[in-house]
């Protein structure tokens, strides 16, 4: 089956700095992967998806996602956090057709 | 509002009571999804449905748990004899078919069991 890990629980950063949140993943064949956000007592939004082609891929609110098949991974990542960054992310994988999440990592960006 | 609805946003229940939630996804999306999550967890895969059809269904959805999705429109899942394990919020999304598209999600229902 595929799945996703994202070895941090908490990431930490100072507004207006560059922001990675990490995400492996385990998969047979070609991955279809994606990144989501989780405000308080929300539902999901989606940010971006991972199918095929450019490794870096472009989403919402100024994140980006970087595909590297030779470490499985599929970072998300932000030039500069502001503090409404501030969430729950989550990174999932495609497993036909169900999505398989993370265990999420929380993002605080401080003032 | 085009978007995933779902109705209640919250409910209290006590144990051995049945509820049931209601799910109306985007107007043109064939496929559904039932999804839970409990607290510092991420979402785990219920069942979903392709227009009325229930196509798979996850050995987390044990025989006290049921959905629907009469005429390929809105859903329901039903818990029945509830426990206090079912506390988790229950989520909802929908999509196209195709494998590469993403699965748009509703604010979910916060179910309390006590």
């Known amino acids: 089956a595929q799945s996703v890990a994202q070895p941090e629980d908490q990431v930490n950063v100072a507004e207006g700095n560059p922001l990675t949140v990490k995400c492996t993943y385990s998969?047979?064949?070609?991955?279809?992967l994606f990144w989501y956000v989780q405000y308080p007592n929300r539902g999901l939004q989606f940010l971006l998806k991972?199918?095929?082609?450019?490794?870096l891929v472009k989403g919402s609110y100024g994140f980006e996602a970087e595909f590297n098949k030779s470490q499985t991974s599929f970072h998300l990542k932000k030039p500069s956090a502001l503090v409404s960054d501030s969430a729950l992310y989550f990174c999932?994988?495609?497993?036909?057709?169900?999505?398989?999440f993370g265990a999420g990592t929380r993002l605080t960006v401080k003032p | 509002d085009t978007g995933v609805s779902q109705d209640p946003r919250h409910k209290i229940t006590k144990r051995g009571q049945n509820v049931t939630f209601r799910c109306d996804p985007i107007?043109?999306?064939?496929?559904l999804y039932w999804y839970r999550q409990t607290l510092g967890q991420g979402p785990e895969f219920l069942t979903y449905?392709?227009?009325?059809?229930?196509?798979?269904k996850s050995r987390l959805l044990s025989d006290r748990f049921s959905a629907e999705r009469p005429k390929g429109s809105f859903s329901t899942l039903e818990i029945q004899r509830t426990e206090q394990g079912d506390s988790a919020m229950y989520l909802c999304?929908?999509?196209?078919?195709?494998?590469?598209?993403?699965?748009?999600f509703g604010p979910g229902t916060r179910l309390t069991v006590t």
């Open positions: 998969v047979s064949g070609n991955p279809y």
């Open positions: 107007s043109e999306h064939n496929r």
């Open positions: 999932a994988v495609r497993d036909d057709p169900p999505m398989r």
């Open positions: 999304a929908s999509s196209l078919t195709g494998d590469s598209n993403e699965q748009y």
């Open positions: 991972y199918i095929t082609g450019d490794n």
């Open positions: 449905f392709q227009n009325e059809a229930q196509l798979e």
